[in-house]
């Protein structure tokens, strides 16, 4: 599995002093480049986590998926809601699931 990042759609976090794919990186991973566009550095350091691909506001992260879990060309992008993350699954032929995890706990609950 790897990671990409559509430079079309990422917006480099609109110049936040940290991008939000580089705070959540556990690697440190994750920084933009001169043009503000996020990049990787080290795609064999990735371990997968997909915490960058759920915390992109724009959904420019992806994750690609090999073809031993899923049909040749399949992605993976997600949507972080408050309650739930939106998780869409892509095929190489742009046929397209979603599917819904819903949040155990959400912040302010005891
Ligand atoms: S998938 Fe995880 S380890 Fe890999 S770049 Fe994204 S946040 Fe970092
Ligand atoms: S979180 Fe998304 S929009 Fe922000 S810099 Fe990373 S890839 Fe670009």
Not at 19 to 36: S, T
Request: net charge positive.
């Amino acid at each position: 599995m790897s990671i990409f990042i559509d430079e079309n759609i990422c917006n480099g976090c609109k110049g936040l002093p940290e991008a939000r794919c580089e705070r959540i990186c556990p690697g440190d991973l994750c920084y933009r480049k001169e043009n503000m566009k996020a990049a990787i550095r080290d795609q064999s350091a990735c371990w997968t986590c997909a915490c960058c691909v759920k915390e992109c506001p724009v959904q420019a992260i992806e994750l690609k998926l090999p073809f031993q879990v899923c049909s040749s060309g399949a992605s993976l992008k997600a949507r972080l809601k408050r309650d739930k993350t939106i998780w869409t699954i892509r095929d190489a032929d742009g046929h397209q699931e979603e599917f819904i995890i819903q949040a155990k706990c959400l912040k302010g609950d005891t």
